[in-house]
């Protein structure tokens, strides 16, 4: 296959080789399968009130929307690349033994924001990642009640596509920090306020103040990508499919991405999926770490 065909990513290369699929095949065959997820959720998000919800062990809510989209985008995905195992939210004990020893994997979050899709908020997303030797090589998240799908590669950049329809893409960058405005700071309205009152402090010092943006479940990342956020950081608990996807497109959009003590994300390394804390920034050059609450805060 001639260049266009690849990424210069070298982990995704290698997948798309050992698949035989191009880059562009890839990205449609993604998007599409993005598209029949969102609509999925929304049917039933516009009869939410009538969806069945349970709890799983750690007394998170999950619901038919959860396991509606999980199925399909397990059907799309080993119609598509076979070989490869999927590590999703919703897999099963049985469908993850012997995860560890994969050399690659999807990580996919079938409905990120199951308490926003419950309360009526709107802001949920749809993640999918590949893991190749332990690091995010592709992100996408799909942002159904905003109509895009953004999709980011490392070392071959980031886009922002229509959901639903076809169209030129949009391409994604991330914003130098620019000191005479105040620093965007990118929540959730779910964060601890004493923690988010704590973190704009410190964030102002290096900016003309902090602003606070909210958004719900992987829209963070979006807003950290397309250059309407500077920094998203994270010291509460989530899970590596939270963060996958979102840490391919931001890096991919000239981010950087990296646990609290400044080594970059490694995933399906342990018996645990609970992510690290991490700040998504969009200025690699600033340096966000010193400035991180105490962990006991």
Same mark, same amino acid.
């Given at each position: 296959?001639?260049?266009?065909?690849?990424?210069?990513?070298?982990?995704?290369?290698?997948?798309?080789?050992?698949?035989?699929?191009?880059?562009?095949?890839? +990205?449609?065959?993604?998007?599409?399968?993005?598209?029949?997820?969102?609509?999925? +959720?929304?049917?039933?998000?516009?009869?939410?009130?009538?969806?069945?919800?349970?709890?799983?062990?750690?007394? /998170?809510?999950?619901?038919?929307?959860?396991?509606?989209?999980? &199925?399909?985008?397990?059907?799309?995905?080993?119609?598509?690349?076979?070989?490869?195992?999927?590590? /999703?939210?919703? /897999?099963?004990?049985?469908?993850?033994?012997?995860?560890?020893?994969?050399? $690659?994997?999807?990580?996919?979050?079938?409905?990120?924001?199951?308490?926003?899709?419950?309360?009526?908020?709107?802001?949920?997303?749809?993640?999918?990642? $590949?893991?190749?030797?332990?690091?995010?090589?592709?992100?996408?998240?799909?942002?159904?009640?905003?109509?895009?799908?953004?999709?980011?590669?490392?070392?071959?950049?980031?886009?922002?596509?229509?959901?639903?329809?076809?169209?030129?893409?949009?391409?994604?960058?991330?914003?130098?920090?620019?000191?005479?405005?105040? $620093?965007?700071?990118?929540?959730?309205?779910?964060?601890?306020?004493? &923690?988010?009152?704590?973190?704009?402090? &410190?964030?102002?010092?290096?900016?003309?103040?902090?602003?606070?943006?909210?958004?719900?479940?992987?829209?963070?990342?979006?807003?950290?990508?397309?250059?309407?956020?500077?920094?998203?950081?994270?010291? /509460?608990?989530?899970?590596?499919?939270?963060?996958?996807?979102?840490?391919?497109?931001? &890096?991919?959009?000239?981010?950087?991405?990296?646990?609290?003590?400044?080594?970059?994300?490694?995933?399906?390394?342990?018996?645990?999926?609970?992510?690290?804390?991490?700040?998504?920034?969009?200025?690699?050059?600033?340096?966000?770490?010193?400035?991180?609450?105490?962990?006991?805060?």
């Amino acid at each position: 296959m001639s260049d266009d065909h690849y990424s210069g990513n070298s982990g995704l290369d290698a997948m798309l080789r050992e698949t035989k699929l191009a880059l562009p095949e890839l +990205i449609e065959s993604l998007r599409a399968l993005a598209a029949d997820a969102s609509q999925c +959720i929304l049917d039933l998000y516009a009869v939410a009130g009538e969806v069945a919800v349970s709890q799983k062990s750690d007394a /998170s809510p999950v619901t038919e929307a959860d396991h509606a989209s999980h &199925r399909l985008i397990c059907e799309g995905l080993n119609g598509l690349t076979p070989t490869i195992p999927i590590l /999703s939210e919703e /897999s099963t004990l049985e469908q993850l033994i012997g995860r560890r020893d994969w050399p $690659l994997c999807w990580m996919i979050d079938p409905l990120d924001g199951t308490r926003e899709f419950l309360e009526g908020t709107g802001e949920f997303t749809v993640n999918i990642a $590949l893991i190749v030797e332990a690091e995010a090589v592709l992100g996408l998240i799909a942002a159904p009640n905003r109509g895009y799908v953004d999709f980011g590669v490392p070392d071959w950049g980031a886009q922002r596509y229509p959901l639903f329809a076809g169209g030129d893409a949009e391409a994604l960058v991330t914003r130098s920090l620019d000191t005479a405005r105040p $620093l965007v700071m990118s929540a959730s309205a779910r964060h601890r306020e004493e &923690r988010v009152q704590v973190m704009l402090g &410190r964030l102002s010092e290096l900016a003309k103040g902090a602003e606070r943006l909210d958004a719900g479940s992987a829209l963070k990342f979006c807003d950290v990508a397309s250059g309407v956020a500077d920094v998203y950081p994270r010291t /509460s608990p989530c899970y590596e499919w939270d963060l996958a996807a979102g840490d391919a497109l931001v &890096r991919a959009a000239g981010g950087r991405v990296t646990t609290l003590e400044g080594a970059p994300v490694r995933y399906n390394q342990w018996d645990s999926l609970k992510a690290p804390k991490f700040v998504a920034a969009a200025d690699a050059n600033v340096n966000y770490l010193e400035l991180m609450p105490d962990p006991d805060l």
